[in-house]
């Protein structure tokens, strides 16, 4: 008698099913049991904050994680800190969000930036700023020097996320 995974589906593919279906789950969280109350608008349209470092986000417990409307509540920058923050903070704070990556989810970068922004204040405070093009480029620079790193990202997927917000008009796919 055999115990064990069936043969029909490996351990590699079980892997890769529930990757996933967390994956959808996190995409999904933005629209799924959104508060009743509005957001608040974003304060600030240009880089004169006086914070110039990123939002250090708080650490999620497995109850909360396992709750995707409740953890992306839990999520949200302070307002009042994101209108003292400069641009390129408010950038350096998107990309180090627990769920930036989600920004890769979507088939276009303009489906990225519309759906990740009803779950990331700082995303949509991000799109109000009226030095955005400039911080991004600031942020872009420092990453490709070495003189920036996003906790958890590599240079290089911090570039594909940057290469995201830059072309957040963009209804391309993605190659």
Known sequence: MTTGWPKIVSRHQTLVLVLLGCLVVAACAGSVGRPATEPVPPSSS?????IDEPYIYPSLSPELRADPPSAMAALQVPQEILASMTTPAVVETV????????LLAYSSPRQAV???????NALLELLHREDIDEALARVLKAVDTGDLEISGLSADMTRRLLGV???????RPYA
């Open 46 to 50: 240009t880089s004169t904050g006086s």
């Open 95 to 102: 990309l180090g969000h627990p769920y930036s990556m989600n």
């Open 114 to 120: 519309e759906q990740f922004s009803q779950s990331c």
């Open 165 to 171: 917000l830059v072309n957040r008009e963009s209804d």
